[in-house]
């Protein structure tokens, strides 16, 4: 055993001291990467917890600029269907758009309309030539849903299609011309090879921060757990076009984690694989070596976790970020900071320690966009937010993620709780990339990249901490970015 014993800091033990500056929030640029190959326009990312990320927080985030990672408290078959969700729902062009043939009922196409929120299909014959399309309008009313989709729908002849090439803008003149709201496009043969819609021609209008791969489709990340069936649920995910996989456990400087990733690696060469979860700089070196694209950073911050109590382990997450980021740096491999930002100036502050985005689960979990419902509790709106680790989680299938997938009787590492309502997604966002871009002003760096190599932090005592919240008043109107520390 090591005779010294260091200190370790969280966000709340540090400062970031203010320099002089040229640069306003509104000037900032907020872009980062998130893994080797995913750049993102804010560092945000939303935690895979089956309180937080499934495809609409999925979508919502990355359309803010950052990704959201579906969790895997589920099938195979249905995280397959939430990553196809995010991945189908904004395109620039769909380039393997649903379809149904000429024979097919018309109730299928309404099940598939309704289970993929679109509302039209085209219709291709065998050998994959367009004959037709059905919208919702052609089956308005309609009270016999056995009919043939042909006796319904647009026929070719009636049908505006463009050749494979138009360019996005010519799609969209056709789109208003014909007063249609889906664009077919075609090869020489006819052959159906996309499909431009207007509702993605407004979506890339309305949010121009997307963060997107190189088709135009928003960023998706998967969670994988070290479980028997990971290529197989790999597998599966990858025909769906996810971005990366994240292997998530409570500790990722682990052989059964290492050996994931190997076997990720040599079967899944296009794709990121990230790791983690771990606070140290020898993790950070191993887990490099095995040539992972991001890692990620974090054990026992999250407001959800108790596994420091549980188990007397973790590294006080601002020094793990500081540490970790440092060896990473050598590797050219970016660090996400996992777990423990409570306000908008920890994010700052983990960007300025070295990590080139945050994962959050607390702060997103209040919102519309994560699973569940609000509910009222002495009249303030509440969603339930719980940990991975928690006993409920666990047995919902997060067991492996603490190793204990094969014990009779569970020792949580986590808790179950509610947070407040926080509104839409886009509302809470707004407010920390807020805090983002103030933070940098405050300290002359218009880019993250200045940030990690010119901030300079100093340490308080808990009288400066005390100082740093609000204090003697009481507060009678709480703003959007502030929650007390309860
Ligand atoms: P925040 O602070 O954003 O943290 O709510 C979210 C992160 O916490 C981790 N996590 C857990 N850690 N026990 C733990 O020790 C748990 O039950 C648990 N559930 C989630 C996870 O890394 C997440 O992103």
Redesign the pocket.
Same mark, same amino acid.
């Given at each position: 055993m090591d005779k010294k014993i260091p200190l370790s800091l969280s966000f709340d033990d540090v400062l970031l001291i203010p320099q002089k500056s040229r640069v306003l929030p509104k000037n900032i640029i907020t872009e980062s990467i998130f893994s080797r190959n995913i750049g993102l326009n804010i560092p945000i990312v939303s /935690? /895979?917890?089956d309180t937080v990320t499934e495809s609409k927080m999925a979508i919502a985030v990355a359309r803010e600029g950052g990704i959201g990672i579906i969790h895997k408290n589920m099938s195979i078959e249905r995280q397959a269907e939430e990553i196809d969700k995010v991945k189908r729902y904004e395109s620039g062009m769909i380039t393997n758009p649903i379809t149904l043939g000429p024979k097919n009922k018309i109730h299928e196409a309404v099940d598939l309309m309704h289970r993929y929120e679109i509302s039209g299909i085209p219709i291709i014959d065998k050998a994959l030539k367009i004959v037709g399309i059905i919208t919702k309008r052609d089956i308005l009313f309609l009270d016999n849903l056995e009919e043939n989709i042909e006796k319904r729908m647009t026929k070719e002849i009636e049908l505006i299609t463009a050749k494979k090439g138009t360019t996005f803008d010519n799609a969209k003149k056709l789109l208003q011309k014909y007063k249609i709201e889906k664009l077919p496009i075609i090869d020489d043969n006819k052959r159906l090879i996309g499909l431009i819609t207007i509702k993605d021609i407004i979506k890339k209008e309305l949010y121009p921060m997307a963060a997107k791969d190189k088709f135009g489709r928003l960023f998706v990340g998967a969670a994988l757990g070290v479980t028997e069936d990971i290529i197989e649920r790999a597998n599966e995910l990858v025909k769906m076009n996810v971005d990366c996989f994240i292997v998530d456990t409570?500790h990722g400087h682990s052989s059964g984690v290492i050996n994931a990733i190997k076997k990720l690696k040599s079967k899944f060469s296009n794709i990121d694989i990230i790791a983690g979860?771990v606070a140290t700089a020898r993790a950070v070196k191993d887990l490099a070596l095995l040539g992972v694209d991001a890692i990620k950073v974090?054990v *026992?911050?999250?407001?959800?976790?108790?596994?420091r109590v549980i188990a007397g382990v973790g590294v006080a997450q601002f020094t793990a970020i500081y540490e970790c980021s440092y060896e990473a740096k050598k590797y050219n491999v970016p660090v996400i900071a996992?777990? %423990?930002?409570k306000y908008s100036g920890d994010i700052v502050k983990a960007l300025a320690a070295g990590a080139s985005s945050v994962?959050?689960?607390?702060?997103l979990a209040g919102t519309d966009e994560s699973p569940g419902s609000t509910e009222i509790h002495e009249g303030r709106k509440f969603k339930i937010y719980r *940990?991975? %680790?928690?006993i409920d /989680?666990m047995k919902a299938g997060s067991s492996d993620r603490y190793f204990q997938s094969d014990v009779s009787k569970f020792v949580p590492? %986590?808790v179950v709780g509610k947070v407040p309502y926080s509104g839409t997604v886009k509302e809470v966002i707004y407010q920390l990339t807020g805090g983002i871009r103030s933070g940098m002003g405050y300290v002359g760096c218009k880019t993250i990249t200045k940030l990690q190599k010119n901030a300079k932090f100093i340490r308080i005592t808990s009288a400066g901490l005390r100082e740093s919240h609000p204090h003697d008043i009481i507060m009678t109107k709480e703003p959007p970015n502030y929650e007390p520390m309860r």
């Amino acid at each position: 055993m090591d005779k010294k014993i260091p200190l370790s800091l969280s966000f709340d033990d540090v400062l970031l001291i203010p320099q002089k500056s040229r640069v306003l929030p509104k000037n900032i640029i907020t872009e980062s990467i998130f893994s080797r190959n995913i750049g993102l326009n804010i560092p945000i990312v939303s /935690a /895979a917890m089956d309180t937080v990320t499934e495809s609409k927080m999925a979508i919502a985030v990355a359309r803010e600029g950052g990704i959201g990672i579906i969790h895997k408290n589920m099938s195979i078959e249905r995280q397959a269907e939430e990553i196809d969700k995010v991945k189908r729902y904004e395109s620039g062009m769909i380039t393997n758009p649903i379809t149904l043939g000429p024979k097919n009922k018309i109730h299928e196409a309404v099940d598939l309309m309704h289970r993929y929120e679109i509302s039209g299909i085209p219709i291709i014959d065998k050998a994959l030539k367009i004959v037709g399309i059905i919208t919702k309008r052609d089956i308005l009313f309609l009270d016999n849903l056995e009919e043939n989709i042909e006796k319904r729908m647009t026929k070719e002849i009636e049908l505006i299609t463009a050749k494979k090439g138009t360019t996005f803008d010519n799609a969209k003149k056709l789109l208003q011309k014909y007063k249609i709201e889906k664009l077919p496009i075609i090869d020489d043969n006819k052959r159906l090879i996309g499909l431009i819609t207007i509702k993605d021609i407004i979506k890339k209008e309305l949010y121009p921060m997307a963060a997107k791969d190189k088709f135009g489709r928003l960023f998706v990340g998967a969670a994988l757990g070290v479980t028997e069936d990971i290529i197989e649920r790999a597998n599966e995910l990858v025909k769906m076009n996810v971005d990366c996989f994240i292997v998530d456990t409570a500790h990722g400087h682990s052989s059964g984690v290492i050996n994931a990733i190997k076997k990720l690696k040599s079967k899944f060469s296009n794709i990121d694989i990230i790791a983690g979860n771990v606070a140290t700089a020898r993790a950070v070196k191993d887990l490099a070596l095995l040539g992972v694209d991001a890692i990620k950073v974090g054990v *026992g911050p999250g407001s959800i976790c108790t596994t420091r109590v549980i188990a007397g382990v973790g590294v006080a997450q601002f020094t793990a970020i500081y540490e970790c980021s440092y060896e990473a740096k050598k590797y050219n491999v970016p660090v996400i900071a996992d777990g %423990g930002i409570k306000y908008s100036g920890d994010i700052v502050k983990a960007l300025a320690a070295g990590a080139s985005s945050v994962m959050i689960g607390g702060l997103l979990a209040g919102t519309d966009e994560s699973p569940g419902s609000t509910e009222i509790h002495e009249g303030r709106k509440f969603k339930i937010y719980r *940990g991975m %680790g928690s006993i409920d /989680a666990m047995k919902a299938g997060s067991s492996d993620r603490y190793f204990q997938s094969d014990v009779s009787k569970f020792v949580p590492e %986590g808790v179950v709780g509610k947070v407040p309502y926080s509104g839409t997604v886009k509302e809470v966002i707004y407010q920390l990339t807020g805090g983002i871009r103030s933070g940098m002003g405050y300290v002359g760096c218009k880019t993250i990249t200045k940030l990690q190599k010119n901030a300079k932090f100093i340490r308080i005592t808990s009288a400066g901490l005390r100082e740093s919240h609000p204090h003697d008043i009481i507060m009678t109107k709480e703003p959007p970015n502030y929650e007390p520390m309860r």
